[in-house]
């Protein structure tokens, strides 16, 4: 009776020690994979442009093509909520600074008459955006692989707020010996001529490295698809320099970007 008290309580001991020492190395390792709610911070150097959805302007008068991309920076603030082991919401906030070129030529008919007054032949636009942006993406992990390194994933859309709007253009004018008209950094005005908001459909991958217990480095590559409303409508833009010139249509634009996410999870 006794060697099977002994025997049992041996047993009991070794489970419990196994137990402990498991408890107390996933502990060590993945502290932070056992918190629900974790903020973080990141720097995204970006490379965004504007596609045409049409290759006319909505009126059919000018062919739209892009004419070019544009670097620029994202930057923010980042939470997860980690519903599940593996499962998390993921929002924040962020500013995303972007733009893109975008080129309008006529349509000439030869069949048309000559027009009396003057028309915009070409318009040359250089666009330079930025969005005050807030992301609702479902993430999902991987258990840590080799050196505790963990890889996620992520899809949601972006809603974003315009709350800067420039443009460098040129403008040339169907009357043949005309010089072209060119304005540098112009703030545009009014709220038609570029969307007030966005929604962008993203998707991204990266990975997870713990530098401490409660620390993680980030890294992760994004793509940010552009798909309602129409980011630019200069139809609405009124040449103040010239009147007679009136006014061009860019047809459907769409903005997207690329961008490479480098931050800390704390």
């Known amino acids: 009776m006794k060697k099977s008290i002994l025997s049992l309580s041996a047993l009991l001991l070794l489970i419990t020690s196994r137990v402990t020492a498991q408890d107390t190395y996933m502990t060590s390792i993945e502290p932070a994979r056992q918190q629900k709610l974790r ?21 059919g008068q000018y062919n739209v093509i892009n004419n070019g991309n544009k670097l ?28 893109g070129k975008i080129k309008a030529n006529k349509i000439i008919d030869p069949n048309a008459p000559i027009p009396i007054n003057h028309s915009i032949a070409s318009a040359d636009f250089n666009y330079r955006l930025q969005y005050f942006e807030i992301p609702l993406n479902l993430k999902m992990r991987t258990a840590p692989l080799t050196k505790n390194i963990s890889f996620f994933g992520q899809l ?33 005005v009014g709220t038609l001529s570029v969307a007030p908001l966005t929604i962008q459909l993203n998707v991204g991958a990266g990975a997870t490295y713990p530098i401490n217990d409660n620390l993680l480095a980030y890294v992760g590559v994004f793509f940010n698809n552009g798909f309602a409303p129409d980011a630019t409508n200069p139809a609405r833009y009124n040449f103040t ?22 931050g800390l999870i704390f």
């Open 241 to 262: 320099y010239t009147p007679t010139l009136g006014s061009f249509s860019d047809g459907n634009i769409r903005l997207n970007n690329v961008a490479l996410r480098l």
């Open 72 to 99: 620029g920076f994202t930057w923010g603030l980042m939470v997860d909520y980690w519903f599940a082991d593996n499962y998390a919401f993921s929002t924040g906030l962020q500013i995303n600074g972007c733009g």
């Open 156 to 188: 949601g859309v972006t809603p974003g707020l315009n709350i800067g709007k420039k443009a460098t253009y040129t403008v040339t004018s169907t009357e043949v010996n005309a010089a072209p008209i060119k304005e540098e950094n112009v703030k545009i």
């Open 39 to 59: 903020f973080g911070a990141f720097l995204a150097p970006t490379m965004s442009w504007m596609r045409p959805a049409n290759s006319k302007s909505n009126d």
